[in-house]
């Protein structure tokens, strides 16, 4: 597990060099499995000649982005930073304490998982209570593009719930509450350690929005 310095004893450019590396290990993850996606889509479409569907679209989406973009990135993190994070240090000239790393896994006790209920149906709450207060104030929200082809293709659903839970669940966590949050909470307090990569993370999911104005588009 990622151990947090004395904020006395790092110097302001090992700060940045943490939260730059935290996010750009977040961005990097879904960029690769873009990449990754977009190469599977060329050599399947055009070399193997496959008319792929939105079905198979959103397969390689969720096998390439949150089970090897994410996963494989965190993991790949965690192998070769100690390895990498030397040679970087001695160019950056960087004194301070060298923090080791890690991703600790471990089963949850009864305090844990009760947290995680009650989190849940808080999270619920709010979700529901939000969307009810934009219906009363007409507000036209953003719909995610995954959960609109289910809604267009009823029977993808069935391959959405176990996806979630195997590798979007799983791949995105490891990646943003492994890597950059543990990595963010090596220089920075638990609450700015939170609060920077959910941020991170909600940002980076706004591009899986379709939103009020693309949805007046298409439907105009």
């Known amino acids: 597990m990622a151990r947090a310095v004395d904020q006395h004893q790092q110097s302001p450019l090992q700060t940045v060099?943490?939260?730059v590396s935290a996010l750009g290990m977040g961005a990097g993850g879904l960029l690769f499995g873009t990449a990754l996606t977009l190469l599977a889509f060329v050599v399947l479409q055009f070399g193997a000649g496959i008319d792929l569907t939105t079905?198979?679209?959103l397969v390689l989406g969720l096998v390439f982005v949150q089970g090897v973009g994410c996963a494989g990135v965190?993991?790949?993190y965690v192998e070769f930073r100690p390895r990498i994070a030397p040679a970087?240090?001695?160019l950056l000239?960087?004194?301070g304490p060298f923090v080791e790393f890690d991703i600790p896994a471990s089963i949850p006790s009864l305090r844990d998982a009760a947290v995680v209920i009650v989190g849940y149906f808080l999270a619920l709450g709010a979700a529901i209570?939000?969307?009810l207060l934009a219906s009363q104030l007409a507000v036209d929200t953003g719909t995610n593009s995954a959960a609109q082809v289910g809604m267009e293709n009823p029977e993808i659903i069935l391959l959405l719930i176990p996806a979630s839970l195997l590798l979007v669940g799983p791949g995105e966590e490891l990646l943003f509450r492994g890597v950059v949050q543990g990595r963010i909470r090596t220089v920075f307090?638990?609450?700015v350690g939170i609060l920077v990569p959910s941020i991170a993370f909600?940002?980076?999911h706004w591009f899986a929005l379709s939103g009020a104005r693309r949805r007046g588009t298409s439907s105009s």
């Open 17 to 19: 060099v943490a939260v």
């Open 55 to 57: 079905t198979h679209l």
């Open 74 to 76: 965190a993991l790949a």
């Open 88 to 90: 970087i240090r001695e």
């Open 93 to 95: 000239g960087i004194d």
């Open 129 to 131: 209570g939000g969307s």
């Open 189 to 191: 307090n638990p609450v």
């Open 202 to 204: 909600a940002g980076l």
